[in-house]
C-alpha cells in the first residue's frame, strides 16, 4: 500500500510539473508585458485545429487580424508551446529583416555547401 501511494504521490508530481511548465510557455507574454493572444489551448497553443480541419495560414491570418484591430505593432502567440513573435507593422517588419539581420541570420537551419550544395542557396 506504502509503495502504491509513493508511486501515485510521484505522478502527481510529475503531472504538476509538466503542466506548471507549460502554463508559463503560455503565460511568456504576458509575464513579460507584450501583447498577447488570449486562451491559447493547453497543449496546441493558438494552433489547435491546424492539425485537424484548418491550415496554419487561416490561423496565423485570424491572428494577424486580432492584433491588427486591436492597433498593436506585434503580438506574442504560442505554437504548441514555443512562444513566437506575429509582427504585424510593415516597417517593424523591414527593420527587423534588414537592419537587425545580423541578429536574426541564424534561425537554426542547417547548411553545409561544401557536402550539401542544396542546402546552401538562397531558398533552402
Not at 22 to 30: A, D, L, M
Amino acid at each position: 500500500m506504502e509503495l502504491i501511494n509513493a508511486v501515485l504521490a510521484a505522478f502527481i508530481f510529475a503531472v504538476s510539473i509538466v503542466y506548471l511548465f507549460i502554463r508559463n510557455k503560455h503565460n511568456y507574454w504576458k509575464d513579460n508585458g507584450f501583447p498577447y493572444a488570449p486562451n491559447p489551448h493547453f497543449l496546441f497553443g493558438h494552433a489547435k485545429g491546424q492539425a485537424q480541419t484548418r491550415h496554419g495560414a487561416d490561423i496565423h491570418q485570424e491572428l494577424y487580424r486580432y492584433f491588427k484591430q486591436r492597433g498593436e505593432r506585434y503580438g506574442g502567440i504560442s505554437q504548441f508551446i514555443v512562444p513566437s513573435v506575429l509582427v504585424i507593422d510593415p516597417e517593424l517588419a523591414k527593420t527587423i529583416l534588414v537592419k537587425d539581420f545580423n541578429v536574426f541570420h541564424d534561425h537554426g537551419v542547417f547548411t553545409n555547401a561544401k557536402d550539401d550544395p542544396l542546402t546552401g542557396h538562397l531558398f533552402a
